[in-house]
């Protein structure tokens, strides 16, 4: 479904040029939930940001279903860490925003955006402006405002590092389950080795700048487990959560930590 | 309840408290002679000035041109400062180029300027309305320029993703997201205004009611001095109040108190 083929990134600064990915390739498939980890400041970000058009790559291509990436595509939906409501737009009006964008009559996608609203929990907020929401509703409402548009695939670029614990939970779980039910493909960048385990089906691990894949793991958990709260109690996430924490490589005391 | 009622009543008292002994104050001490004629009025020599400025016929027009001037100056330069901040930042190349003009233009106090503008445009209301602008240009420039330049890139990039052009950035983005520097513009510019048209008009005039406290300092008529200064406190109040009343229409998502 997606699919990263030889992609090379460089910025080129004002001194030097500084390489952020080398030659790096993975793809998710159809129904499948990838989550890509790596060190701080390894590209991560970057990478969704070639997908989404936002950039182009220095070498390599993006693909969906086989096509090269060109600009901003239809069948890609974003997630950012950042709230993407706009604030002076109410709640509904902020879910509906993909679609106007796309010029669908203001009737339609009204009761698109309602009815999406009611789907997930959000009914009586249509009104409300974002800020009158909490954080996790906030977050809610900007993935609804992802969803509107109807994504096959699903980009999340460190969406709920904001969000409190347990908020937290609730909203992975929602994820979960709407990319599962819409058998869309979901890669979902983190630096957090738990909610990678308990979301993903494969594990993606890069390495420090300039990033390449150095593991990829396939895991159980998020299939299995009842839901995202029950993957950590699952026999085996210890074991690949170290793992994955050995591969990072981060040093912990040492003087050659990657920060 | 009833004790925010009862603070309420307490402080309008004693405004009007404060009212009371200014006015009364002023009366008895004319009357009594412990205040110079020369250099105060009473409210009833004020209140005989306005009946002498009336009955010549000149009171009604001066007041009417100078309210004519301030709101055409706040009006005009408000929509030319709106206008440029929106579309500046869009060129950055024209940005940078006239950038430094503006600042410069901008640090030239109005005063020294006006006799530019009476050269330019004549004696009449045309002069007072330009230098009104110019003032009121600067004051709305700054806010909304200053507040695009620091666009909240997320909300750009995910219109961006959901394939928006950029005109629909423009209009989805930029132009409501600087609302509330207009309404601060609005604020600053509608005291600014008055003062362009009262300095025009101090400059070189044949009405107005600048002209008419300039005519009467000159001529010793102080009633007719304090007459005039009282009629555009009362325009500056009632215009600040104007404004802030706009605050709701243009920025109602501050001023929703739902939290």
């Known amino acids: 479904m997606l699919e990263f083929r030889n992609i090379s990134f460089s910025f080129t600064g004002r001194r030097d040029t500084i390489e952020v990915l080398r030659e790096l390739s993975f793809g998710c498939r159809e129904n499948e939930i990838v989550a890509v980890i790596g060190p701080s400041g390894c590209g991560k970000s970057t990478l969704l940001s070639l997908a989404t058009g936002l950039r182009k790559p220095t070498a390599g291509q993006v693909l969906?279903?086989?096509?090269?990436?060109?600009?901003?595509?239809?069948?890609?939906?974003?997630?950012f860490q950042q709230s993407t409501l706009?604030?002076?737009?109410?709640?509904?009006?902020?879910v509906e925003l993909g679609l106007e964008i796309r010029g669908e009559r203001k009737g339609p996608r009204r009761q698109r955006a309602i009815a999406l609203m009611r789907q997930y929990g959000l009914a009586g907020f249509e009104r409300k402006y974002p800020h009158a929401l909490s954080g996790g509703m906030q977050k809610r409402a900007a993935l609804l405002q992802t969803l509107a548009i109807e994504p096959k695939v699903l980009l999340l670029d460190e969406p709920f590092a904001a969000l409190d614990a347990q908020t937290r939970v609730v909203i992975q779980n929602d994820v979960v389950k709407i990319c599962r039910a819409g058998k869309r493909s979901m890669v979902i960048v983190t630096h957090d080795i738990s909610e990678a385990l308990s979301m993903a089906d494969r594990v993606v691990v890069l390495s420090r700048r300039p990033a390449t894949v150095k593991e990829i793991y396939d895991v159980p958990f998020s299939r299995e487990a009842e839901s995202v709260a029950d993957a950590p109690a699952m026999p085996g996430f210890a074991d690949y959560y170290k793992r994955i924490w050995n591969a990072l490589d981060i040093s912990i005391g040492g003087m050659n930590a990657a920060a | 309840m009833k004790n925010i009622v009862k603070q309420r009543l307490l402080v309008n008292c004693g405004r009007l408290l404060v009212l009371v002994v200014i006015l009364g104050g002023t009366e008895?001490?004319?009357?009594?002679?412990?205040?110079?004629?020369?250099?105060?009025?009473?409210p009833s020599e004020i209140f005989v000035a306005f009946e002498a400025q009336w009955a010549k016929g000149s009171f009604l027009p001066d007041l009417g041109i100078t309210v004519f001037e301030t709101l055409l100056g706040l009006a005009a330069g408000?929509?030319?400062?709106?206008?440029?901040?929106?579309?500046?930042?869009?060129?950055?190349?024209?940005s940078h180029v006239i950038e430094p003009f503006l600042m410069v233009l901008n640090g030239i106090p109005v005063i020294v300027i006006a006799p530019l503008f009476i050269l330019w445009l004549g004696l009449g209301l045309a002069s007072k309305v330009g230098i009104s602008i110019y003032i009121v240009f600067f004051a709305m420039f700054i806010p909304v320029y200053t507040s695009s330049l620091r666009l909240d890139?997320?909300?750009?990039?995910?219109?961006?993703?959901?394939?928006?052009?950029?005109?629909?950035?423009f209009w989805k983005v930029v132009v409501p997201s600087s609302m509330p520097s207009v309404y601060t513009g609005l604020k600053i510019g509608s005291g600014l205004a008055l003062i362009g048209a009262v300095i025009g008009e101090f400059v070189a005039s044949r009405a107005g009611l600048g002209h008419m406290?300039?005519?009467?300092?000159?001529?010793?008529?102080?009633?007719?001095?304090?007459?005039?200064?009282?009629?555009?406190?009362?325009?500056?109040?009632?215009?600040?109040?104007?404004v802030d009343a706009l605050g709701?229409?243009?920025?109602?998502?501050?001023?929703?108190?739902e939290k």
């Not at chain 1, 595509?73 to 974003?78: F, H, V």
């Not at chain 1, 737009?89 to 902020?94: A, C, K």
């Not at chain 2, 408000?78 to 024209?94: D, E, F, I, N, T």
């Open chain 2, 78 to 94: 408000s929509l030319a400062g709106m206008a440029v901040g929106l579309l500046l930042p869009q060129l950055r190349l024209v």
């Open chain 1, 86 to 94: 706009l604030p002076w737009r109410s709640v509904v009006e902020n």
């Open chain 2, 28 to 42: 008895l001490g004319i009357r009594y002679g412990v205040l110079s004629r020369l250099f105060f009025s009473s």
């Open chain 2, 153 to 169: 890139r997320t909300l750009v990039d995910a219109l961006r993703v959901m394939g928006a052009t950029r005109a629909q950035i």
């Open chain 1, 64 to 79: 969906i279903d086989g096509r090269p990436v060109d600009g901003a595509d239809p069948r890609l939906g974003m997630l």
């Open chain 2, 248 to 257: 709701p229409l243009l920025v109602p998502y501050r001023f929703s108190d």
């Open chain 2, 213 to 242: 406290i300039l005519y009467a300092s000159g001529t010793l008529d102080t009633p007719s001095l304090y007459l005039g200064i009282i009629a555009i406190a009362i325009f500056a109040a009632l215009l600040s109040l104007t």
